[in-house]
């Protein structure tokens, strides 16, 4: 059974070898047929994601020329599977994955299992979560590729894989395990420099952990980025954790961490943070 991924560079597994399509037009089809997840393409999102607003003279025949070297390279990676993968329907084209062949589909699942289960212990938790995040070996496609269609998706995948490690953050601090995530948040934060949420927990684990003159310093280097580069101030509830941080707020910490949809801001009442 072939293996596909994206969560890295783009890549068919098959039992006995790992193919990376060549070349941009081939790596763009393959990753728009992916996103897709298993649902029909039409041919003129296949056309946008390939070539753009410049597509060439005869571009319906030079889809079907590409398409049949897809289909090609497919069927030799799988040769005993009977039926063409590459399915070809009036409006456009289909390629036939389940959950387990694409490395997406599992984390998308992952994260809506996660999403909707209820309050478990933070160590199994968070467990979990390492497990499902473990499905990324890179950046999305190994680098750009597509147009608006894999965009849209890409952006999709970034925001589940954001809101799992911010949730991972979360268990790591109610379970007392600020000093192991300082490193890691750091390292996100390189990243994402702008994502406040990330920045409110690096200062409650640098707090917890003793370290209050860092934990304000997070605040002054993330309000100087957003001064400089966007002109703008922190928000109402960044500048409530630096109150927090300078006041010595003991709900700092006794609380867990806001999870990312909450919009509270902290109090002297008990607050979670």
Same mark, same amino acid.
């Given at each position: 059974?072939?293996?596909?991924? %994206?969560?890295?560079? %783009? ?27 298993? &649902?029909l393409v039409p041919t003129k999102t296949i056309i946008d994601e390939v070539w753009g607003s410049e597509p060439p003279d005869g571009v319906e025949n030079a889809v079907q020329a590409h398409i049949s070297r897809l289909r090609r390279k497919l069927a030799e990676l799988e040769q005993d599977s009977g039926a063409s993968r590459? !399915?070809?329907h009036p409006r456009g084209y289909r390629l036939v994955l389940g959950e387990e062949q694409l490395d997406a589909l599992a984390f998308i699942r992952g994260y809506e ?15 979990? %979560? ?49 000093? &192991?995530? %300082? ?15 990330? &920045? ?44 927090? !941080? ?10 867990? !961490? ?16």
């Amino acid at each position: 059974m072939l293996k596909f991924q %994206i969560l890295g560079k %783009i890549e068919i597994q098959a039992a006995d070898c790992t193919v990376r399509p060549k070349g941009t037009l081939q790596r763009a089809l393959l990753a728009t047929f992916l996103v897709s997840e298993g &649902h029909l393409v039409p041919t003129k999102t296949i056309i946008d994601e390939v070539w753009g607003s410049e597509p060439p003279d005869g571009v319906e025949n030079a889809v079907q020329a590409h398409i049949s070297r897809l289909r090609r390279k497919l069927a030799e990676l799988e040769q005993d599977s009977g039926a063409s993968r590459l !399915v070809t329907h009036p409006r456009g084209y289909r390629l036939v994955l389940g959950e387990e062949q694409l490395d997406a589909l599992a984390f998308i699942r992952g994260y809506e299992r996660l999403k909707d289960a209820p309050d478990s212990p933070p160590a199994e938790t968070s467990s979990e %979560i390492r497990r499902v995040l473990a499905l990324w070996d890179g950046p999305l496609f190994g680098g750009p590729v597509g147009g608006l269609f894999c965009k849209a998706a890409a952006a999709r995948y970034e925001e589940a894989r954001l809101a799992l490690q911010e949730r991972l953050f979360d268990c790591e601090l109610e379970g007392a395990r600020y000093q &192991h995530v %300082i490193p890691e948040l750091r390292d996100h934060l390189i990243s994402n420099p702008y994502q406040e949420r990330m &920045h409110q927990q690096l200062m409650v684990a640098l707090y917890r952990a003793g370290r209050q003159t860092e934990a304000l310093q997070v605040y002054r280097d993330l309000s100087a980025r957003l001064a400089d580069e966007l002109g703008l101030l922190p928000s109402p509830a960044m500048q409530a954790y630096e109150r927090a !941080v300078l006041e010595q707020d003991p709900a700092l910490h006794w609380s867990s !961490v806001l999870g990312p949809s909450s919009r509270r801001t902290l109090t002297r009442q008990p607050t979670r943070y």
